[in-house]
């Protein structure tokens, strides 16, 4: 049992002040249809099901997919099944993701979600540097970030400390929060050009992002939209915030229409 778990990379959250925090966070409504990737032991799973329309919990070791129906027994709005979340199709239907995911997958899961057309959040248990540096906390963010801030806020929840698992992790783990917005702050046309945008800012061509972003919209333009956001040229990419990355967007492309929705 115990290679099983660190093959799945399986920490259990045992705390029951962290698994309110988790489910608090969340703000999940009665009518609201939750997705749990890595239901483990059900502890997670039955805190969701007391306020959820419906609970459709994955679990990918057999021996626990096995025993939670009986678990569950007593919450008839949960549905156990046994898979891989990562293989999974999205509900047709806007639904919320909900869990302590394995520290191992956090990267993959996160990119499922995002990827998810009617996924209206995610409420994830990580590991707290990978919480912190997805949502800026370092002041620093990341291309993935950067790229999906149009349409998802992300933030940073509560800390949980590693004495919450069983076993017990390496690091504290931290609540990562993803967001849909109810509008796109960009027109939804735009955003495969402001991606594209983005992930040549990111190439760190000429050295810096002013440099690069020079190379494909002239020095002078370059330039002259820095100054309006009072933004240091030298300023290395990932200290440019998400919301700068978006004036520079729209300051530079908006010969052909671009403006922040």
Not at 64 to 92: I, K, Q, T, W
Not at 149 to 159: M, Q, S
Request: with cysteine; net charge positive; glycine share 6%.
């Amino acid at each position: 049992m115990a290679r099983c778990r660190i093959a799945l990379s399986q920490n259990f959250l045992h705390d029951p002040a962290a698994v309110r925090l988790l489910v608090r966070t969340a703000r999940i409504r009665p009518s609201d249809l939750i997705v749990e990737p890595g239901a483990g032991e059900g502890v997670v799973t039955r805190a969701l099901a007391r306020t959820a329309r419906e609970v459709v919990a994955y679990e990918l070791d057999p021996r626990l997919a096995a025993r939670l129906p009986r678990r569950m027994s007593a919450r008839p709005n949960v549905r156990v099944l046994h898979g891989d979340f990562l293989r999974a199709r999205p509900p047709r239907e806007p639904f919320a993701v909900v869990g302590n995911i394995p520290y191992a997958r956090t990267s993959d899961i996160v990119r499922w979600c995002l990827d998810a057309p009617d996924l209206t959040s995610a409420t994830l248990v990580t590991q707290r540097e990978f919480a912190r540096k997805r949502t800026g906390d370092y002041g620093r963010w990341t291309l993935l970030t950067v790229t999906t801030w149009p349409r998802y806020a992300w933030r940073l929840g509560g800390r949980i400390a590693r004495q919450s698992f069983t076993p017990v992790p390496r690091t504290d783990s931290a609540i990562l929060r993803l967001e849909r917005r109810p509008t796109p702050l960009l027109p939804p046309q735009h955003l495969s050009a402001y991606r594209d945008f983005v992930a040549h800012g990111f190439t760190g061509t000429g050295g810096s992002l002013s440099a690069s972003l020079a190379r494909r919209h002239g020095s002078r333009r370059t330039t002259a939209a820095f100054r309006r956001l009072d933004l240091d040229p030298s300023t290395a990419v990932g200290f440019v915030t998400p919301d700068q990355w978006l004036s520079l967007f729209a300051a530079l492309d908006r010969p052909r229409g671009v403006t922040r929705a």
